[in-house]
């Protein structure tokens, strides 16, 4: 379109693109895109700048949006609400939420859009109350029965740690609850450390005849019998998923694997692996995982040569952690040699692995240099370097590095703690 020269691009034809750009997270093409329109005069045409402020949110470029949000000479409520919801996307919780009280502050009134953008960035108990402010916005906006912001509201409290509000929320729309409904209480427990609640919920949803559970049913229920090493319980949830199609879903396969690897039943694990049809990358890294949790790093190491995909970092950091447990620096340098190639190293998460793995192979300097020279330097790293110290005696350093770690602005974890006073740390 761009090659005839009698045709004059405009602003619809950049509201048509850039939502496509956006969802392919397509951020080399988006910016071209910027820069035509800044190229050509098109001007602040409203609907293009909050298509482009989108495109950088969904390309998990924040900075970009919030720099494009801040310079628009006109804001409509579509531009609070794609700034908001994109914050909380971007887990820029404490934005979203000061941005939602400017946003307020002006007198605007909300829509469904600016509800369904805030509640995700409520996700702690220090949020509840905003949350139940919200609540009551939607009370008095009549979408009281509008089921996707039900659905949020009750993985909201359970986030905040108000059980008991979800479950009347629950409790309030059973009449009308569909599996989904129920899915958001027993995933939302799951992924928020409540096991038993979420499989009470799961017995619950069991009792109406008339919801049929679905691969998120699934996969959450069998998380938590992992986590809570439910051996006959998770058993009997696997053999309900053979009776069922759900269950040569990949997800559902692959759930499988981590729950017996975390009941130390590997023969049970390489069973369900073996029986799976289409294997993928998720598949071999529980697989791998399973082995190096249980100690079996030797054949860990193994499973990773056979690997039939490119590894991603949880790949390398389980895989380092294999390296960790038999001692062995040569395979350890061998795998930091193919993250320096390939630009995991610069993950905060593989970092930390690489400085277990060296502290563990006596390898301090080298632990220490990785550490230094971590790109992003997540609570992970930190604890790490602190263990690192207190492993090898050197208690003042691992002090020291708690500090520092304090300086940074970080919070301490339960796992800092452990790690200061292990080892003879203190």
Not at 204 to 228: F, P, Q
Request: glycine letters at 6%; charged letters at 20%.
């Amino acid at each position: 379109m761009q090659l005839i020269r009698t045709l004059e691009l405009d602003a619809v034809t950049l509201i048509s693109i850039i939502p496509l750009v956006a969802e392919f997270m397509l951020l080399r093409e988006g910016k071209a895109i910027h820069g035509f329109n800044i190229r050509r005069e098109m001007g602040a045409e409203l609907l293009v700048m909050n298509a482009l402020m989108d495109m950088y949110l969904n390309c998990e470029r924040a900075k970009d949006a919030e720099r494009l949000f801040l310079n628009m000479p006109k804001k409509d409520l579509i531009s609070w609400n794609t700034i908001i919801s994109g914050y909380s996307q971007n887990g820029w919780c404490r934005e979203a939420q000061l941005l939602l009280k400017k946003f307020r502050s002006g007198n605007s009134e909300c829509s469904l859009s600016t509800l369904l953008g805030i509640l995700p960035a409520c996700d702690s108990p220090n949020s509840v109350r905003l949350g139940r402010l919200i609540h009551s916005w939607e009370v008095k906006l009549g979408f009281v029965n509008t089921i996707i912001l039900v659905n949020l509201l009750m993985y909201m409290y359970i986030s905040c740690g108000d059980l008991v509000a979800s479950f009347k929320l629950l409790e309030e729309i059973a009449y009308a609850a569909d599996v989904d409904n129920w899915n958001t209480v027993i995933s939302g427990c799951t992924q928020n450390g409540y096991f038993w609640e979420a499989l009470n919920a799961f017995n619950l949803m069991r009792l109406k005849s008339y919801i049929i559970l679905d691969t998120v049913t699934l996969v959450s229920v069998v998380s938590a019998c992992g986590n809570l090493e439910l051996i006959c319980e998770g058993k009997s949830i696997h053999a309900l998923a053979l009776k069922t199609s759900t269950g040569q879903d990949i997800r559902v396969q692959n759930a499988l694997i981590t729950m017996y690897g975390k009941l130390s039943d590997m023969e049970s694990a390489r069973s369900v692996f073996e029986l799976c049809v289409y294997l993928n990358l998720c598949s071999w890294n529980c697989m791998i995982s399973a082995l190096a949790q249980n100690g079996s790093s030797k054949e860990a190491i193994e499973f990773f040569r056979l690997l039939e995909f490119e590894p991603d970092e949880m790949t390398m950091a389980t895989v380092l952690s294999a390296c960790r447990q038999l001692g062995i620096i040569r395979h350890g340098k061998q795998i930091h040699a193919h993250l320096i190639r390939s630009s995991f190293y610069k993950n905060a998460f593989v970092s930390a692995a690489l400085v277990d793995m060296y502290s563990s192979c006596d390898r301090l300097e080298v632990a220490r240099q990785v550490f230094q020279t971590s790109a992003e330097r997540s609570i992970a790293a930190w604890n790490s370097m602190i263990s690192s110290y207190g492993f090898h005696s050197k208690g003042q350093k691992a002090i020291e590095i708690f500090h520092d770690m304090i300086d940074s602005g970080l919070t301490p974890s339960k796992v800092t703690f452990n790690s200061l006073q292990s080892h003879r740390a203190c």
